[in-house]
């Protein structure tokens, strides 16, 4: 469990930085409702990994649509942002933070009011045309139809978030790559840091010199190498006791 000076310390890191960054993977997502992919009740104990394989995707695509549907559509749509998510859109507003970089494909920080998201590995919003481009709000498509199809060109539309082996958006990888070579402060949220190159990012911030701050109720590959001050424990009851001694801290 985090102790009051390790609140503290953390406290005393946000206060004094001029760039901090926030780095958020599955877990800051779980008291939402959403499990991780990985670990005992994670998604890949219910479900098979295979149906976020590209080639199976274009080989399946009815199969694959099934089960895209009913994990990342109907589970994950029907989720809301909890007091973690809030607590980062708060200090952006604060002027505490100036970005989050994410993993999540979940648009649960845009859903609590965060403004400037990196979304690292896209995002479940919108879907897009393999063969001629063409982008849709996932809100426009009929996903109850058999597949979604291009209306341009009839093609089966893909969810906007990296399959494996997919590349990982420019704009974003750009956007989070610049922010972590400024920041001076990463506040880290439940990720394992075994997902590569997203793991990379915390680790180009600190080679120039950042703090690390990092959530989660278990050790991860960041605690013992990068990470700073570790809070040990949930998401929202870590960012809750942060954002109170933080607004304490600016009267
Ligand atoms: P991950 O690297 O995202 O790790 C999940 C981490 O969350 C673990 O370290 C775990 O200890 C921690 N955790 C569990 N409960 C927590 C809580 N209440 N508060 C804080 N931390 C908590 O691992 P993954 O799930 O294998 O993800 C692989 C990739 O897939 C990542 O990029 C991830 O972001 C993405 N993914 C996204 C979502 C989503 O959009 N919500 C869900 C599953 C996976």
New binding site residues.
């Given amino acids: 469990m985090a102790t009051g000076v390790n609140i503290d310390s953390a406290v005393e890191l946000i206060i004094n930085s001029k760039f901090a960054i926030a780095f958020t ?7 939402s409702g ?6 005992k009740d ?2 890949w104990s219910k479900y098979d990994p295979n149906v976020l394989d590209l080639n199976n995707f274009f080989l399946n695509p009815i199969d694959s649509w099934k089960v895209i549907k009913e994990i990342f559509y109907d589970f ?1 749509g029907a989720a809301k942002p909890n007091a ?1 998510h809030f607590a980062l859109s708060e200090m952006e507003k604060m002027g505490l933070i100036k970005a989050v970089i ?5 648009n ?1 920080h845009t859903d609590a009011g965060s403004k400037e998201v990196y979304e690292f ?1 896209g995002n479940s919003r919108m879907l897009v045309c393999p063969y001629c481009g063409h982008n849709y709000l996932t809100s426009e498509v009929n996903l109850n139809d058999i597949v979604p199809l291009c209306n341009q060109c009839h093609g089966v539309l893909k969810p906007d978030f990296i399959f494996f082996g997919e590349s990982i958006p420019a704009l974003a990888y750009q956007k989070s790559v610049e922010a972590a070579e400024k920041a001076d402060l990463v506040i880290i ?7 590569v190159p ?1 793991s990379m990012i915390p680790s180009v911030a600190k080679q120039n010199g950042a703090q690390i701050i990092e ?4 050790k ?1 590959l960041f605690t013992s190498t990068i990470t700073d001050v570790f809070l040990q424990g ?3 009851e870590m960012m809750t006791q942060l954002i109170n001694e933080l607004k304490k801290s600016k009267i």
């Fill in positions: 993977g599955a877990g800051i997502s779980v008291e959403i499990p991780p992919f990985r670990g994670g998604l994950f973690a994410t993993q999540n494909i979940d649960l590995h949220i439940g990720s394992t840091g075994e997902v997203a959530i989660n109720p278990e991860s949930k998401a929202t």
